[in-house]
């Protein structure tokens, strides 16, 4: 990585996949470093516990410096790269990482929704019974489904559909 334009911050790492805690111990000496861990319940048999797993797989944060810690970092075992956005290093800023550090320390059950879906957004649907009618993202249901408003008639529908079965309004 070309060391030309550095400017320090907060850099995110992508690890080897179940590495974020490896990558994080050992880089954790020399950096400042964060790995947001999310507190979920887990069900057995015979009881429930909470624990704590990476908010975003394969990816830890690290605080660098100067340009030498950027070729240190990565000597990490299981630390394969920056993450880059347009070929450039992404550099989150000092609010984001405290708000990710407030979610993730006050919050049960924090989840990622996928960056193409926020709430209160307005969308087209583009296929199924509503093609066509414009609505609103009011909740996000896992991975794939989402629950819309659709304003007709007078009257508030609210609807679980898929996700695939929005697009961006023209």
Known sequence: MKSIHFRSGWYVIYTKS??????YDVLKSDFDVF???KKTIR???????TVNTPLFKSYIFVFLKNS????KALKAEG???FITIQGKPAIVTDKEIKSIKLFTGELLDVELAPFEICIGEKKKINSGPFLGYNCFIVD????EKVVVRI???RSCITAEINKVHLAEIV
Do not use: C
């Open 151 to 153: 304003d007709s008639l």
């Open 35 to 37: 790995l947001p861990l």
């Open 18 to 23: 179940n590495y974020e805690k490896k990558v």
């Open 68 to 71: 030498e810690d950027q070729s």
């Open 140 to 143: 996000y249901k896992g991975k």
């Open 79 to 81: 630390a394969y790269s």
């Open 43 to 49: 069900q057995w048999s015979d009881r429930k516990k």
